[in-house]
Nanobody, 126 residues
């Protein structure tokens, strides 16, 4: 089982930056491929970014490419999402998710992710 807790959300003006963190705790200590998703009011959940368990492979949603970066610490217990050049359309609840894949893969669809955090609100004002 994996428990996930996000932090770092808040309010920022257009063009600003925020850094989200996701703290993961597992009983086994195994690293898993993880991701960030977001959901704005009235919209479907959207893939933001993913990082593999090993190898540091990353993948980004089209709407955030070139503005967001994803990383994790060497121990694999903390994942970050650095968000730059934020736009009002980035406003959403951001959730981190963990798969049960411990390999080199990254996933942009929701189905591989078995565990989800509660989410943190990001608001970008114009």
């Amino acid at each position: 089982q994996v428990q996930l807790v996000e932090s770092g959300g808040g309010w920022v003006q257009t063009g600003g930056s925020l850094r989200l963190a996701c703290a993961a705790s597992t009983r086994t200590g195994i690293r898993y491929s993880m991701a960030w998703f977001r959901q704005a009011p009235g919209k479907d959940r959207e893939f933001v970014a993913a990082i593999s368990a090993i190898g540091g492979n990353t993948r980004f949603g089209d709407s955030v490419k070139g503005r967001f970066t994803i990383s994790r610490d060497n121990g694999g217990n903390t994942m970050w999402l650095q968000m730059n050049s934020l736009k009002p359309e980035d406003t959403a609840v951001y959730s981190c998710a963990s798969s049960i894949s411990s390999g080199y893969q990254t996933f942009s669809r929701e189905s591989p992710y078995a565990y989800w955090g509660q989410g943190t609100q990001v608001t970008v004002s114009s």
